[in-house]
């Protein structure tokens, strides 16, 4: 098949799932054209199936803001007809889809360009923090030929708040390859000099998902005597404010704030928890991959988080905010050498056993043809 992939091409967890889906559908085979504004930074390889098409973004006086959406939907155009694209695949609704159908609307007279949109959580959110855009999110996802989302919590919320159920479940994955422990890595004696134990935190540093809680967790293990520092793995709005906090608390120099890191997977392999506090998650993929690296999750229990993470089995899980019992579950799996590995190899366990890249990508690909085989039927009767 030939796919078109669009994705918001930052750090975002749904740039990173379209992105290593692009590289896994190639590894099997299909021919895969990333169309989108920036290069997707996990895209390291471009080659004979894997394509790149830049969004160009057209500057005219008149235009008090650059029309985005037209012009992925022009670039999509493009590319779909110059390089006979089956269908494409967008990750996050808006504005993907709208444009992905707009796409989809001018090539109509010529032939039916299939659209599939995967919903990755925030696009609710989105709907949730501005309720103008549920109208225009509602229509994208009906005028989908396929939707899919990443956990079963998201699916049933988009349920509730769009009154749309036509959605399959096709959760996010991890190469187990990729994700795995690495006690030799080099990185460690860097980390932690003194033989101390890592707490490590990965996310976009958006309020949502609580960073400071990270800090507050520390300090509280610190204050119990056991040798600990905390590596936070990324940047966002709210990095100054957890480094403010940090100080307050008098654990600065416990925190490592390594900013963005191409290669998440050497900070989780040497972890010995990880932390991720969220007030909302559809699915956690920072705590999928870091499951796979044996690392024991403490996280909150609270969107598709419980689907990843089997609470007293691969990690511990909280109420959002519960500062006390987090830093109690991390004193309990830091102390407990034995309850340590067994979270650490039953967390690999079941990332391997339902969210190994051999398992989900087919869920992709027999989701593609049923939506193409579909829409062709579709056609037949139109014609
Ligand atoms: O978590 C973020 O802030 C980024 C966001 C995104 O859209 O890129 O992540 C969402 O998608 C990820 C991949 O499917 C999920 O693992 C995250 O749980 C989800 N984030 C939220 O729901 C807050």
């Known amino acids: 098949m030939k796919i078109g992939i669009t994705v918001y091409p930052t750090y975002g967890g749904s740039g990173i799932v379209g992105s290593e889906l692009g590289r896994e559908l190639a590894l099997r085979g299909h021919e895969v054209h990333f169309i989108s504004s920036a290069l997707p930074t996990r895209l390291t390889e471009l080659n004979d199936k894997v394509h790149f098409h830049e969004v160009e973004m057209m500057s005219y006086p008149l235009f008090e803001h650059q029309p985005y959406t037209l012009a ?38 010529k032939r039916y360009l299939p659209v599939i949109t995967t919903l990755h959580g925030t696009d609710i959110t989105l709907v949730g923090a501005d309720r103008s855009y549920l109208p225009i999110t509602r229509y994208g996802l009906q005028q989908s030929d396929g939707v899919t989302a990443v956990s079963k919590f998201l699916k049933q919320a988009t349920i509730e708040t769009f009154d749309y159920d036509e959605i399959e479940v096709i959760p996010n994955f991890i190469c187990p390859n990729h994700y795995r422990r690495d006690d030799d890595s080099p990185l460690l004696k860097e980390l932690a000099p003194n033989d101390e134990k890592l707490l490590v935190h990965v996310s976009n540093f958006r309020a949502v998902k609580r960073p400071a809680d990270c800090v507050e967790i520390l300090a509280k293990v610190l204050q119990k005597g056991i040798k600990t520092r905390l590596v936070m793995v990324g940047d966002g709005p709210e990095l100054s404010a957890v480094r403010h906090r940090a100080r307050q608390l008098d654990v600065l120099e416990q925190t490592e704030f390594v900013g963005k890191q191409a290669k998440i997977a050497d900070y989780l392999t040497v972890a010995d928890v990880f932390l991720l506090p969220s007030e909302e998650e559809s699915f956690g993929l920072a705590a999928l991959e870091a499951q796979a690296c044996e690392v024991p999750v403490v996280a909150t229990r609270v969107g598709g988080l419980p689907e990843v993470v089997a609470d007293k089995e691969s990690g511990f899980l909280s109420d959002i905010g519960d500062i006390e019992k987090m830093s109690n579950d991390v004193m309990k799996v830091l102390s407990d050498e034995e309850l340590h590995r067994a979270f650490g190899l039953r967390g690999r366990e079941l990332a391997i056993a339902r969210y190994s890249s051999e398992l989900v990508i087919p869920q992709y690909i027999n989701f593609y043809e049923k939506i193409l085989s579909q829409s062709a039927k579709k056609q037949m009767q139109n014609a």
């Open 72 to 109: 992925l939907s022009t670039k999509m155009m493009t590319v779909a007809r110059a390089e006979n694209l089956d269908l494409l695949h967008v990750h996050y609704a808006i504005p993907h889809s709208i444009s992905a159908i707009l796409a989809r609307e001018s090539l109509k007279p």
